[in-house]
């Protein structure tokens, strides 16, 4: 028979048995990662890093200073990260390095427009502005990034950290694709600060969510000759015009825009002909970004656990595009929510893309918190079907 164990001993085997259930539960709580991400220290720290990139913003693939910025951030938080993936992008890695693993997304990149809001940390870069939100989910993601670091020990797997270059247009998530960024990766959430969704509330939807988007190029022939002789005249101006007529009317006023609809044969009710080319090669389209349904009962119920039920909200598609949706092409399972900030105590808020656009700093924490307990609570749900001997994404 063993000797008893000494009473000091048998003391620390007790607060030993109890740490650790109660650091994991940490991770496990949404609401107390919300009230950690509110604390003061936090909360000053996450608008120093939004009011700093807000100052230097930066277009597509030209994000040096933010991605520098991040990585000072997550090397004084001691993350370790890959850097550089399409040009700026930052790859970083909490965890145990091994499966599951599942990632979080920021875009970085600003907008060339002038800003008109006059405030003490109005844009710097003449002609260049953040006008869409980026520098808050750039400071969200850190934020997840200090939580998750704050009990990485307690973490049941991998959490990947994208800093991504290029949304506006550049489709910079299909150049973090193509650069490995995301390899074998088992769900991927991101989101957007919302203009129009109150503060403190989160909102999505299952299945189509952002519209898919693309450019186009239309030539339309026709026959010339002299101007006194237009019958014998094919007139392509009159034949184009009549096809922008058409495409207003009977797209926009005629249907439903949710609705996909085909214009075809316009030029040539004209007796014009036409060739149209998508420039897919150069402006690669954006696919609808669609939501898994499982990953949206998921964010259901950790977003009520986080804010209540009645502050979670269905989302009506929007007829914006978002490259995001070029995740579902490597990963199995996406998902892409909304944090509210409107608050009308603060006066009329400006829309996305707009001059006057205004980031109401209180929606940080819920961003930060929100993807720290998806990410945490991912882990947790989906051990059975990690395979314990497989290192995916080779960051660690």
Same mark, same amino acid.
């Not at 409107?342 to 819920?366: M, V, W």
């Given at each position: ?39 003061p220290a936090f909360m000053d720290w996450m608008v120093g890093v939004r009011r700093r990139i807000h100052e230097n913003p930066e277009l ?68 260049? !502005?953040? +006008?869409? #939100?980026?520098?808050?989910? $750039?400071?969200?993601?850190? @934020?997840?990034?200090?939580? &998750?670091?704050? /009990? ?57 969510? !952002?519209? +898919?988007? #693309?450019?186009?190029?239309? $030539?339309?022939?026709?026959? @010339?000759?002299?101007?006194? &002789?237009?019958? /014998? ?57 669609i939501n898994s349904p499982e990953l949206h009962d998921f964010f259901e119920k950790v977003a009520s656990e ?91």
């Amino acid at each position: 028979m063993a000797a008893a164990a000494p009473p000091l001993l048998l003391a620390l085997a007790v607060l030993a048995t109890f740490a650790l259930p109660a650091a994991r539960a940490v991770l496990e709580d949404p609401a107390g990662l919300l009230r950690r991400a509110k604390e003061p220290a936090f909360m000053d720290w996450m608008v120093g890093v939004r009011r700093r990139i807000h100052e230097n913003p930066e277009l597509g693939y030209e994000e040096f200073e933010t991605s520098e910025l991040v990585r000072r951030e997550l090397d004084a938080m001691g993350i370790p990260y890959k850097h550089p993936f399409a040009v700026t992008g930052v790859v970083a890695t909490i965890g145990t390095g091994g499966p599951p693993f599942v990632a979080l997304r920021a875009d970085m990149d600003a907008l060339a427009m002038q800003e008109s809001v006059e405030w003490e940390h109005k844009s710097k870069v003449p002609g260049k !502005m953040h +006008g869409c #939100g980026h520098d808050a989910h $750039v400071a969200m993601l850190l @934020g997840s990034a200090k939580i &998750l670091q704050e /009990h990485g020990d307690e973490l049941q797997g991998t959490v990947i950290l994208v800093f991504q270059p290029a949304e506006e247009g550049g489709a910079g998530a299909k150049k973090m694709i193509e650069a490995g960024a995301i390899e074998n990766i088992d769900a991927i959430f991101g989101l957007h600060v919302a203009d129009v969704v109150p503060v403190g509330v989160l909102a999505s939807r299952p299945g189509p969510i !952002m519209a +898919g988007s #693309g450019f186009f190029e239309a $030539v339309i022939s026709g026959k @010339g000759g002299h101007a006194a &002789l237009p019958h /014998h005249t094919i007139d392509p101006i009159l034949a184009a015009s009549n096809v922008i007529v058409s495409l207003q009317q009977l797209v926009s006023r005629e249907a439903d825009p949710l609705d996909s609809q085909v214009i075809v044969s316009q030029a040539s009710v004209q007796r014009c002909s036409a060739t149209v080319d998508f420039l897919d090669k150069d402006r690669p389209f954006f696919p609808p970004t669609i939501n898994s349904p499982e990953l949206h009962d998921f964010f259901e119920k950790v977003a009520s656990e986080m804010v209540g039920a009645r502050n979670v909200r269905d989302k009506q598609p929007m007829m914006g595009a978002e490259d995001f949706a070029f995740y579902a092409e490597a990963i199995p399972s996406t998902y892409y929510y909304f944090v509210g900030m409107y608050n009308k105590t603060r006066g009329p808020q400006a829309p996305h893309h707009s001059p006057y656009f205004t980031i109401n700093e209180d929606s940080l924490p819920y961003g930060a918190a929100m993807q720290a307990s998806l990410a945490a609570r991912y882990l947790v749900e989906h051990q059975s079907s990690a395979s314990p001997d497989v290192n995916k994404n080779g960051l660690s």
